[in-house]
């Protein structure tokens, strides 16, 4: 078997005609939940740093940085809007490879669509056979992969970067597994990275190295035509027991974004369930923090180590911190980015109700599944259960959700009739003759000195 | 223990009064046949594609490239010239583990020293640091990774390139632990692509990434500081049984540059034996082609595997074939460039040599030795045993022996005055004030039609 030839001849052949409307529009609503991530991450000093280190060496600045008002050549243009829409934690999921897909696959493709005249359908298109790509690596090489220590939406997004930047740049049979070749001998990231800007930075490295490869090999730079079976390729040598046939396995007829989950909140998405329950109890009872006595959450016995940080002191860590989450549901109402800052981590109202937080561990429960219990101070008990969480397959956002994402991302930002000029974009993308009309949207009008303060 | 933070603090607390006398000249040494090689392969259709398909997108054209008129960026030199000098396979090798450390580290470190002001001792100072960081990563990880499919100069040698561009940025011990992250989470080359392209790319990656990983940390970009031993760092996620002890033993006491190797001939290291003895038979017994009967080689079986190629027909297979290197080096008395060629593969007179070769396996030889024996027309036999080839640690090329590889590699593209001041540079270079006075040397004066198609 050929994987790569097989794989690559199926993005080059590919037709727009051939992409189901369910998957198209899943795609924009990829697309809408990036810029909106992405807009909400861009002001991060992750972003600062690398703009400051990296500039000096700056090419054509030709592409637009994802909500800022500076451009950049677009490699570098993709290594940043790679970083940004990751900072916030808030990104997709595929949910078969945990994967976040958009991230280094849209970073690619909208640098792409600034270099050469792509229209909306053609992005559309070269996303879906990018997230396409990605993801079947990523299920060829999961779930040891990831526990093995490898950044999987980095190690497998590169090849997802490189068939969306080479599709848009029209490479053959030939020329698009040479691209799949390049992307593979620059996999890279590592989990370790976690909880530093290294954990970004592998999203949009693997954005720029993906682009990298599709431009090498549009110029007929040669790699391995075998670059994921061969015995000492991607799969084998980052996986030892790789699963060949899911590159390829019904291609064309089932298509990876179906699988694709979008976060309602940002934090670690074992804790979604618990934010829902939380919430719903508030809003059902009209709770307020003095009624509370007790809260009682039931979690899976790995959702609870992932997210059991018992005393968080940063909003990162109260990102994996299910005593933070119940918390803030319950004071707040809501759990938005703000809820998530440094500063309510370190509330005293938050931190009083942490206190009254006990969670336990429940095998027979799903891993993102929960089961909220509230004693209240008059003895009375409430309790939800919440098998899925919003957000999940099973109870997906819908379209209006992830515009409100948006708009909560994007709303501090801009006037509102840019935010919903932005959105009214993102829906009607495969009409637009020139793709990155919508990008470009997103840059801010001249900063005042007010607004710029308020942001920051 | 934490071996990271351990060599970081060790490469930025480094004096130049700290390294002896004998490793930096063994610096000098590898630097003049890095240059030697990037002049000998800079004019290699893989420069010039890497060259058009990423210079549309190069910044500030500063940086010179080894044996070219044009500059570019710093981070594309730093690829570009990593590209070059590993084209021909002519390149050093660290005998613990295999590694090829000029290639990447010297790139990273020349393209720094045009970015900032750099004297030759300290560019020599961050080239001896570099060598040490790549290849003491690269002994706590052999031989298994190399043997599990990752080409071990690049994925190594991108914490050599962050070691001396960071130290001639003047990084501190938890900036260089930065640096040192940032290398480790772009880590990545698959030996999958020998034979493509994509073989001298990873070099030439791994240049970019690690000088790319400097700049960062030097902006206060964060990674792990733990990047080489965390659980899930790159020690125990590209090798199962590292020895971290390897990273940190006898630090400032041994030095890796002392096990550095330099090749003879443009071909696998495990052919170089056979050379030798044909090349002492010939000279011996004033041989010609015409009077030998049959040639009778054995080798080590893991050599012969290596370089058993029966009936090469490119330039690049006759590099790993036994029959080839045997045949030429009787007939030509050389092995340089020329003797690796296309042309030279398919030559009638070398292939009618070729069929009188019989190459066996002897698991009593060394795996870099070989016995050479040959029966001539007149029934006589003549034997030839090379326990230690040339370039071998323990038959050194001499200063005398790396000037006349210079001068081969460089003898073409340049007047004799410019070829030796070359020379002269190089053996002077901790004196210079400005090192890069010594990579700007290499820029050959305005190419002629004539000597254009010469050299093409």
Known sequence: MNETRILARFISDSRWSDIPQTIRHEAKRALLNGLGCAIGGCQDQTVDRALAALTPFSGPRNATLVGLREKRDILNAALVNGLSSNILDFDDTHMKSIIHPTVPIAAAAWA???????????????????????????????????????????????????????????????????AMGIAATQASGLTAMMGSMCKSYNM????????????????????????LEAPRGFCHVLAHEPRLEELTARLGETWELAWNAYKPYPCGIVLHAVIDGCLELREKYALTSERVQRID???????????????????????????????????????????????????????????????????????AAAIVRIELQDGRCIECDVPHATGSLERPMSDADLEAKFLQLAGDRYPAAQASEIVRLAWSLETLNDASTLIRATVPELETKENKNALR
Chains 1, 2 share one sequence.
């Open 297 to 367: 959450i039931r979690m899976h016995p790995l959702a609870l180590e992932l997210a059991g940080k018992a005393a968080p002191t940063t909003g990162l860590e109260g990102k994996l911190s299910v005593y933070h989450a119940a918390a803030i549901a319950l004071i707040r109402g809501k759990a938005g980015v703000p809820e998530f800052s440094d500063k309510c981590v370190r509330e005293a109202g938050v931190l009083a109700l942490r206190g009254k937080v006990r969670a336990t561990s429940d095998e027979t429960l799903h891993e």
């Open 112 to 178: 792409m669509a600034e270099h050469r005249a792509v229209s909306g359908a053609e992005l559309l298109h070269a996303f879906v056979l990018g997230v396409e790509a990605a993801c079947r690596v990523g299920n060829s090489v999961s779930p040891e992969h990831y526990a093995a220590g490898w950044h999987i939406t980095a190690t497998c997004g590169v090849f997802g970067a490189a068939a969306a930047a080479g599709k848009l740049l029209g490479l053959n049979e030939r020329t698009m597994a040479s």
């Open 204 to 227: 949009g490295h693997a954005a720029s190295s993906g682009l990298t490869a599709a431009l090498l090999a549009k110029g007929n730079f040669t790699s391995s035509d075998q670059a």
